[in-house]
């Protein structure tokens, strides 16, 4: 017990109040700003892998660590679909899991937001479409927002989690801010 | 491997890892696999290549490892109407492998299991997208399959279906357990959920290109995949890479190996409900990631290495850094190493759990990282030491128990045996050129790479076409063979235990779904 207190200690805090880079630097801040205003609670994100090759998993993990720490920031991962906010999807999304994509779709409540992630998610990436892939995200559900990158680096998940919120504040209902 | 019992003809496969092409009949593939099984050979891969266009109808290749390289059974399966013999029952990892081929090529075993693995009704049953005349059609819609699951009846049984899509941030698949109470009877896994036509993408890319697609095969394992996929190019061009270049390729995939493993033992320590663990080693991982963007331009060393080389030098700036990070590293991993090994509450879930005794493993053809931790002592690195690990020789580490311990162990052994790794590779670094020039190799040459990833051999089986395209490329995952290992592993532990035993293997899905 006492190494780990001691460990604990040593370490310290390590999450970031200001990133490195200029653009970026007050990511953190202006989110938890943001989230508290529009939500008045904590934002609550369903992670959907829609047939990626696991790197903007790896990545979306990241926002987790102590540097990121997504979690002070009032962001907190989900297990289901029907407690989330927001979907986090990464693609390309493939035949195969359009179905479920569609169904976790349906399942999370409404006003719900869909924030495509990674150059698979956006434009189907190297991937494209075939008869396997459908490509891009928005080909299967209606998306706010995308990021791009391959894979997108926390920051810029970070970035894009906020463009979401921004575009929808406050949250309308989902006639409203999918106009197809 | 001694096939001469059977007097089969052989030729040489060029590339980084001694190999050979043996070409058999129908009798023999049987034979030579009993054979190679008898010399403890195990099964790497297996695919089918539609070679109608040629008058030859199907090739089904059988890539075997033993302590002499890789062999590959080359048998021609006259038309799609013929089948082959089935071989799953020597190499019990073959049955998917045999389906898979199906799926994509049509060609079928004789084996009696004909359920299908990686299609979902997304295209119609009787189409296979490696065939050379297959034409997709916009009006395929996604579909739903109806999956033959093997049910357990009795009283108290019941069944739990998880996924595809998962609770935590990981890749979709499906599993399915019959438990008593918590206890797991049967677990069986239905994967293919993002089968995304990566070999049939490879057909449509310039062989100096698709690098890029190997990288992104899985994610994780990015360097491992793309140094797989430069060796085979670089065997059917001839191209020789300078020492550079490989030396620089293994300090990325050192570093990949380091980062995974940080990740995995913080997931192991939080699935066995200890967050502190997943705080520390986040971190440090996140430290791994950041010294890899200043070094190699991209946070998980994505398109760095290319056929030819690797794409930039080392700054000679960074090597203090680099230095520096692994001695931090080892010093804070030994402190957190303690922490894990007199954690009571820890070890009481990592030990015993999803144990896979060293006979088992053996008979299932266990790989990489979870062999190693179940007596399976196999590293490409060390068997074939093939440059840098001629000069810099990687030792392996094995345990015995096949337990989420020993693979936990193995994890920390390795990463101090990559830490002192990467230093002597920062240290002795050779001058000269980091990349060479490859030419467009010649039409309808066989090309292998092999290279041990952080989680096994990731091997790549490349043919080239005419004008520097690709005639066939098959990647293949070390999770092949290992995925079905965990329907094991799992057998009467309780459910909770799952997610720990699954991470304690960390598989992919997109490596293994293609």
Known sequence: MLTILRQIAITGIKTEATPPVADEDVVAARLQEKVLRTLGRALTIRQVDAGSCNACELEIHALANPYYNIEGVGIRFVASPRHADMLLVTGPVSKHMAIALKRTYDATPDPKLVVAVGDCGCTGGIFGESYASLGRVANVIPVDVEIAGCPPAPTALLRGILAAITASSPLKPESDSHPE | ?514
């Open chain 2, 1 to 514: 491997m001694n096939l001469s019992g059977l007097g089969l003809a052989s030729a040489p496969i060029p590339g980084a890892i001694p190999a050979l092409r043996v070409p058999v009949s129908s009798g023999q593939l049987l034979a030579a696999c009993r054979l190679a099984w008898e010399q403890a050979a195990t099964l790497v891969a297996l695919w089918v290549t539609d070679d109608r266009d040629r008058g030859r109808g199907f090739c089904l290749r059988v890539a075997l490892h033993d302590a002499d390289g890789l062999t590959v059974l080359e048998y021609t399966i006259p038309e799609a109407s013929a089948s082959y013999p089935d071989l799953s029952a020597i190499f019990p990892a073959a049955n998917r492998m045999q389906r898979a081929a199906f799926d994509l090529v049509g060609a079928a075993s004789e084996s009696d299991d004909q359920r299908p693995w990686l299609w979902m009704a997304s295209w119609p049953i009787d189409k296979f997208p490696l065939q050379r005349d297959f034409v997709a059609s916009p009006k395929w819609e996604p579909g739903e399959e109806t999956y033959a699951f093997v049910k357990v009846e009795g009283d108290g049984v019941h069944e739990i279906p998880v996924g595809p899509v998962h609770a935590g941030i990981i890749e979709p698949g499906h599993f399915r357990f019959q438990v008593v109470g918590e206890k797991v009877l049967r677990l069986e896994e239905r994967l293919g959920y993002v089968h995304k036509g990566i070999e049939k993408r490879f057909e449509s890319m310039p062989i100096e290109a698709a690098h890029r697609l190997a990288g992104r095969v899985s994610g994780d394992s990015t360097v491992a995949y793309a140094w797989a996929y430069a060796q085979s190019v670089e065997a059917i061009a001839s191209v020789a890479v300078s020492p550079r270049a490989s030396w620089l390729r293994a300090l990325a995939l050192e570093r990949e190996r380091i980062a995974n493993h940080l990740g995995d033992l913080g997931y192991l320590g939080n699935d066995g409900g200890f967050a502190f663990g997943l705080a520390q080693f986040s971190r440090l991982k996140e430290d791994v990631l950041r010294l890899n963007l200043a070094v190699f331009g991209h946070r998980m060393m994505m398109d760095y290495v290319v056929p030819g080389g690797v794409a930039a030098a080392l700054d000679p700036r960074h090597d203090a850094a680099l230095r520096e990070q692994c001695a931090s590293l080892e010093r804070e991993i030994r402190v957190l190493r303690d922490i894990y090994d007199e954690h009571a509450g820890l070890q009481d879930r990592f030990r015993t759990c999803g144990r896979v005794t060293p006979d088992l493993a053996a008979q299932l053809g266990l790989t990489g990282l979870a062999g190693r931790a179940s007596g399976q002592a196999r590293d490409v690195r060390c068997d074939f030491r093939s440059p840098p690990y001629d000069v810099v020789p990687a030792r392996k580490m094995t345990q015995t128990d096949g337990d989420v311990a020993a693979r936990v162990t193995v994890r920390f052994d390795e990463l101090f045996e990559s830490l002192r790794l990467c230093v002597a590779l920062v240290d002795g670094m050779p001058q000269g050129e980091f990349l060479a020039s490859v030419p467009a190799p010649q039409p309808l040459r066989l090309g292998v790479g092999y290279v041990e990833g952080w989680r096994g051999p990731v091997f790549i089986a490349l043919e080239s076409g005419p004008d520097g395209t690709i005639r066939r490329c098959h990647p293949h995952d070390p999770s092949w063979t290992n995925w079905p290992v965990i329907e094991h592993a799992v057998i009467g532990n309780i459910v909770p235990d799952f997610p720990l035993i699954n991470k304690s293997f960390n598989l992919s899905y997109s490596g293994h779904d293609l």
